[in-house]
C-alpha cells in the first residue's frame, strides 16, 4: 500500500475575528484606563531599577489627547525596553505569567496595549525610548488585515524624547470611537471622572495624567479619625490588617460626616451626599470599586442591613496588595472585583463586621443625631487607605482565631457611645408649626435663611437666656 503524505492543515486564527472578539467585551474607557496602567507599571519599574522603595510617583506624569482625528498617550515612565519589545510585549497574550512577578502591578494576561490600539483604530504607531534606544513600532491597516504575518517591525528612530518615555498614537479611529471623542459626546468628561477615581491614589501620591491639557485632580478619600486609637474620644474607625499567602490586606470603615440632621432630608443633598457613601476597594494603588452599596460589599447580607440613606454618613476601604496580580480579587476589566475570589472570601467577614458597628450606631441615634456632635468635633479627615498604618501600630489589636492556615490578621473594634449614656442630661424637643410663622421667626432672628435646627437653637437660646435672667 502506497505510503500518503500528511497534508498540513490551517490552525492559525483569522486576525481581524480575533482582534474583533479581543476588543468586542471591554468599554472604551477601560481600554484607555489599561494604556495608564501600562504607564503606572512603568514608573513601578524605574523605580525597582532605580532602587526606590518609596509610594511616591512624584514628577512622573501621562498626558492625553482624544480627538475625532487621533488619540495619543505620551508618558515619562522609563519606556519599554527594546528585548521586552522584541520578545513580547507586542504579542496578543502573556507567554510568561511570571512576568513582572516583582512589582505591584494589576496587569495579568498582556493584551492590554494592544487590545486598547485596536478598539481605538486602524493605524497605530509606538515610539519608546529608554535609556539605550529610541525606537518605533508601527501597527498598520494591511497588516490587520494580513493573516498570514504576525510579525512587527522594530524601527530604530532619531527622534528623542527628553525623558525615557513611551508615545502611543492611533489615527484612523473607528467612526465610533471618533464620535466619542467629538464635543457631542459626554464621553471625555466621563473619562474624567474615571481617571479621578480609579487613580485617585496614584494621582494624591504626585502622577500627573492631563486629558486635552487639562490636568486631572483625585476624588477624595477620607474618614474621621482621632490622632490615635487611645484618644479619649468614643468614635474610631474598625480596623483591619492581615496577610493571607501573599496578598496583604487593610481594611478601614468609619464616618466621614457627623450623622444626617432632619434638615438634610432633602432629595437632592441626600443623593449628593449618598455618592460619598460606602465600600472603595484598591487593588495596588488602583481604586477599583468606589463607593459600593450593593451586596458584593456586605450590604444587606450577613447581618448587615441593606443601604439606607439615613447611613450616608458611612465610609469604607479595603486595600489588596500583591506582586502576583493573579491572587488580586480582580475581574478581567480590572475596574471591578471578583467576589469569588478566595481572599476576598476570607475578608468579607471583616468588612461586615465593621459595617455593623457603624450601621448599628446610625440606628441608636437616628432620632437625635444631633447629640453626637460632641463626638465628632474631636475628629479629623484621615485618607482611608492610611488609617490602618496610622492608627493600628504593629503588634496592636486582638488577633483573629480563623484562617491561621492561610495568613494571619489583627483589628481594633471601637466602643461607640450609646443613647443611655446622654439620655438623663439631654431630651429632644421637637415640635410642628405653619410655614409662614416659622419664616416670620427665622426672619427676626437671621437675615440668611438657617435650618430648622439652628433656627430652634435660636429660640431655645433666646427664650433661655430670659428665664436666667428673670431669675
Not at 48 to 70: L, M
Not at 289 to 302: A, H, I, M, Q, V
Not at 355 to 371: I, S, V
Request: hydrophobic share 35%.
Amino acid at each position: 500500500m502506497a505510503k500518503q503524505n500528511k497534508l498540513k492543515v490551517k490552525a492559525s486564527p483569522a486576525k481581524k475575528f480575533f482582534v474583533s472578539m479581543l476588543t468586542r467585551d471591554i468599554d472604551l474607557s477601560d481600554a484607555i484606563l489599561d494604556l495608564l496602567d501600562n504607564c503606572v507599571d512603568g514608573i513601578a519599574r524605574a523605580k525597582k531599577r532605580g532602587e526606590d522603595t518609596s509610594r511616591s510617583y512624584k514628577d512622573y506624569w501621562a498626558r492625553i489627547v482624544a480627538t475625532p482625528e487621533k488619540f495619543e498617550i505620551w508618558d515619562n515612565c522609563g519606556g519599554i525596553p527594546k528585548k521586552v519589545a522584541i520578545e513580547y510585549a507586542f504579542m496578543l497574550g502573556r507567554p510568561n505569567l511570571e512576568t513582572d512577578s516583582d512589582i505591584e502591578t494589576v496587569g495579568m494576561y498582556g493584551i492590554g496595549m494592544k487590545r486598547a490600539m485596536f478598539k481605538l483604530g486602524q493605524e497605530s504607531n509606538v515610539r519608546s525610548q529608554t535609556d539605550e534606544i529610541s525606537y518605533d513600532v508601527t501597527i498598520t491597516k494591511e497588516w490587520l488585515n494580513d493573516d498570514d504575518n504576525w510579525d512587527l517591525s522594530l524601527q530604530p528612530s532619531n527622534a528623542t524624547f527628553e525623558e525615557s518615555g513611551t508615545k502611543i498614537t492611533v489615527t484612523d479611529l473607528h467612526p465610533a470611537i471618533a464620535r466619542q471623542f467629538s464635543e457631542e459626546s459626554t464621553f471625555l468628561e466621563d473619562l474624567e471622572k474615571e481617571i479621578a477615581t480609579h487613580y485617585a491614589i496614584i494621582l494624591g501620591r504626585g502622577f500627573s495624567v492631563s486629558l486635552n491639557n487639562q490636568r486631572i485632580k483625585p476624588v477624595d478619600l477620607a474618614i474621621l479619625a482621632p490622632r490615635n486609637l487611645d484618644s479619649s474620644s468614643s468614635i474610631a474607625p474598625y480596623i483591619f490588617v492581615g496577610q493571607f499567602d501573599d496578598v496583604e490586606v487593610e481594611v478601614a470603615v468609619g464616618f466621614y460626616r457627623p450623622l444626617a440632621t432632619e434638615d438634610e432630608e432633602d432629595e437632592m443633598s441626600k443623593r449628593s451626599m449618598k455618592e460619598n457613601a460606602g465600600w472603595t476597594v484598591i487593588c495596588n494603588d488602583r481604586i477599583v470599586l468606589y463607593n459600593d452599596k450593593s451586596p458584593k460589599t456586605g450590604w444587606g447580607t450577613g447581618g448587615v442591613p441593606g443601604f439606607h440613606n439615613q447611613f450616608i454618613a458611612i465610609a469604607g476601604v479595603v486595600v489588596f496588595r500583591s506582586k502576583n496580580s493573579l491572587n488580586l480579587p480582580l475581574n478581567t476589566t480590572k475596574r471591578g472585583i471578583d467576589t469569588s475570589s478566595e481572599v476576598y472570601h476570607i475578608i468579607l467577614p471583616y468588612m461586615q463586621t465593621g459595617l455593623k458597628k457603624f450601621t448599628a450606631f446610625t440606628n441608636d441615634w437616628k432620632k437625635r443625631p444631633e447629640l453626637t456632635k460632641e463626638y465628632f468635633s474631636e475628629l479629623k479627615l484621615v485618607p482611608a487607605h492610611k488609617l490602618p498604618a496610622k492608627l493600628l501600630k504593629p503588634n496592636a489589636g486582638s488577633k483573629i482565631r480563623k484562617h491561621q492556615d492561610r495568613g494571619e490578621g489583627r483589628f481594633f473594634a471601637p466602643e461607640l457611645p450609646k443613647p443611655a449614656r446622654v439620655e438623663q442630661r439631654h431630651r429632644k424637643i421637637c415640635f410642628v408649626a405653619l410655614r409662614t410663622e416659622i419664616q416670620q421667626v427665622a426672619d427676626h432672628y437671621f437675615e440668611d435663611e438657617p435650618t430648622m435646627e439652628e433656627l430652634g437653637r435660636a429660640c431655645f437660646d433666646d427664650a433661655l437666656e430670659q428665664a436666667r435672667e428673670s431669675h
